[in-house]
Structures are given as C-alpha cells and as structure tokens.
C-alpha cells in the first residue's frame, strides 16, 4: 500500500533523510532512496532484521505478536521501523548533523506525528474504496438496467409474432434468449449486493481507525 505520507512525513520532519516502504518479503514498493544503491538487496536486509528479531523472541519463548516499531541508533544515523499494514512496513532514516547524537527521547517525539499522517492516509485509502466501489455499482445497475430492457423487448417481439407459423421455433429461441439474460441480470444483481456488503465493511473499517 502507498501512501501520501511518505511526502508529508519529510515535509513534516526534515531530519529524515530517507523513508523505506517494503513488504514483509522484502520487496521495496516505495523508497526516496535513488537507484544508485542496490534498493532489492535493501529490502531484503530490511525484512531480515525483522525476522531476526522474531526469531529472538521464539528463543526466548516471549509471546511473538505483531511488532508494532523497532529503533536502531548509532552515533550518525538512527532508523525507525514502523508497521503499516497486515504485511507492510515503513522504514525512517535520520541523519544527525547538528549534534553528536539523534537521541532516543528526541526519536519518541516524532513517532506520534508520524503515526497520525500515516493513520490519515490509510483512512484516505479506505475513502478511496468506498468512492470505487460506488462508481462500480453505478456502472453495474447502468448495465442492469439495459440488461432487463433487452428482456422486456424480446417479451414484446414474442407477442407481436404469436401467430406466425414457425412460432414452437420462435418459443424456443425466446426461451433461450430469456434465460440468457435472466441469468446475467442475477449475476448483476448479485455483484452489486456484494460490492454494497464491501461498503459496509470498509466503513466499519473507517469507524475503527482510531
């Protein structure tokens, strides 16, 4: 998932350098890094460290929850760690060049700003769904619609020609040609009830965001 914020969150704090959107496998979909450093072999590194420190946990036998941040400082650069979603993560790099040190307390004060900006936009993502999957419905009862007119003209056709001779041929092909389009207006029926159940979902979704 991408987010808006990896824009807002430099703008908002410019002693981060570098921000790291990757997934859990490793894979990188979003860096400020540029391709002048090996950015796969980035991601991998990054995911390891994660999956180093569960496995810390494992031998430690601690209850091995979802992480929810890692900071690593050193002297010059300190990284913070954040979990976005189910499978992705957000890495932060700050650069220290006015004091010795990026302490730790200076770290925690950001963490919060970080985590709004990045709250806002997981709740513009779900916005973003909920507009979709409305257009999606409009298109779907659009088509509907022409769907049962095209029924109810081969309705009125059949009635016209009742009395021609080969009307047991006519039947049959009306018959056909109705249970065709019959079966794709469930179909259309049944795709918008689902995308409607996705509204709900997604605004539940939106009144549990925090």
């Known amino acids: ?4 914020s ?10 981060i350098t570098d921000i790291i959107m990757f997934y859990n496998n490793g894979i990188i979909f979003q860096t400020t890094f540029k391709q002048e ?11 390891e460290s994660l999956n180093q420190l569960r496995k810390v946990y494992e031998i430690c036998n601690f209850e091995s929850k979802d992480y929810i941040k890692l900071i690593f400082e050193t002297e010059d650069i300190s990284v913070i ?3 976005l979603g189910e499978d992705s993560n957000i890495a932060l790099f700050f650069k220290n060049e ?14 919060t700003k970080i985590e709004e900006l990045i709250d806002m936009d997981a709740k513009e993502l779900i916005l973003q769904d ?3 999957e409305e257009n999606e419905i ?5 088509t509907l619609d022409l769907k049962k007119k095209e029924l109810e003209n081969i309705k009125v056709d059949f009635e016209k020609n009742l009395n021609i001779e080969s009307k047991d041929d006519l039947k049959i092909s009306y018959d056909k040609a109705c249970e ?10 049944q795709e918008i009830t689902n995308r409607k159940k996705r509204i709900d979902i997604l605004k539940n979704k939106i009144e549990e965001q925090p």
Do not use: T, W
């Open 81 to 83: 760690i954040l979990k």
């Open 130 to 132: 909920i507009i979709s």
């Open 1 to 4: 998932m991408v987010f808006k």
């Open 37 to 47: 450093i090996n950015i796969p072999k980035l991601g991998e590194h990054m995911a």
């Open 180 to 189: 065709s389009l019959e079966k794709e207006c469930n179909h259309l029926d």
């Open 138 to 142: 409009k298109e779907l009862k659009k």
């Open 6 to 15: 990896i824009e807002r969150i430099k703008v908002a704090l410019p002693e």
């Open 98 to 111: 006015d004091s010795k040190e990026l302490k730790i307390r200076s770290i925690q004060r950001y963490l």
